[in-house]
T-cell receptor, first 111, second 115 residues
Framework: QKEVEQNSGPLSVPEGAIASLNCTYS??????FFWYRQYSGKSPELIMF????GDKEDGRFTAQLNKASQYVSLLIRDSQPSDSATYLCAVNIGRGNQFYFGTGTSLTVIP | DAGITQSPRYKITETGRQVTLMCHQT?????MFWYRQDLGHGLRLIYY???????DKGEVPDGYVVSRSKTENFPLTLESATRSQTSVYFC??????????????FGPGTRLTVT
């Protein structure tokens, strides 16, 4: 079992809709959780991080964490074509300083 | 310019050759990382370094060597390149994102092709 699992997609949503991206992780010792956005041919860039149970909002983005269910999600409200990218879930597991990444979910926002 | 840079950005080499990928950061971050990104596997950690002269293996270290004589540089060497090492390589350094969480900042990547 991989440390971090994501639905590979692709996920398509119409412009203005809510995009929901999901991630599960296997290690209950996981401490911090990150969502990165990666445009084709570019490097990953951080868009959200969360480490407490519950919701964290930043503009159109909301990260949700449920440690009991080992589940973290990213909601993108009012999706824009510029949100079309691959979204990577990353988990910082306590041992070492290693980050484990999911394989990413490809999102396309249709104008 | 401040930030994290990688060189070269693109490299084509032949099987069996040694190749070194360079990474340089100007933030004085203690931690630096090397990842490779392949379709279907996502980002996988090759090696990381907690400080100068301190390195440790990640998930896929075989065939790679790292060194870190200076805080700002973290070169990755493929001692004898194989076709399976064709990939996009990202260097990253770790900084404080806030609220006690640490973010990794990524370099622009090096696309390596081994023929």
């Amino acid at each position: 079992q991989k440390e971090v699992e994501q639905n590979s997609g692709p996920l398509s949503v119409p412009e203005g809709a809510i995009a929901s991206l999901n991630c599960t992780y296997s290690d209950r010792g996981s401490q911090s959780f990150f969502w990165y956005r990666q445009y084709s041919g570019k490097s990953p860039e951080l868009i959200m991080f969360i480490y407490s149970n519950g919701d964290k909002e930043d503009g159109r983005f909301t990260a949700q964490l449920n440690k009991a269910s080992q589940y973290v999600s990213l909601l993108i409200r009012d999706s824009q074509p510029s949100d079309s990218a691959t979204y990577l879930c990353a988990v910082n597991i306590g041992r070492g300083n290693q980050f484990y990444f999911g394989t990413g979910t490809s999102l396309t926002v249709i104008p | 310019d401040a930030g994290i840079t990688q060189s070269p950005r693109y490299k084509i080499t032949e099987t069996g050759r040694q190749v070194t990928l360079m990474c340089h950061q100007t933030w004085s971050h203690s931690y630096m990382f090397w990842y490779r990104q392949d379709l279907g596997h996502g980002l996988r950690l090759i090696y990381y370094s907690a400080a100068a002269d301190i390195t440790d293996k990640g998930e896929v270290p075989d065939g790679y060597v790292v060194s870190r004589s200076k805080t700002e540089n973290f070169p990755l060497t493929l001692e004898s390149a194989t076709r399976s090492q064709t990939s996009v390589y990202f260097c990253a350094s770790r900084g404080l994102a806030g609220e006690g969480a640490y973010e990794q900042y990524f370099g622009p990547g090096t696309r390596l092709t081994v023929t």
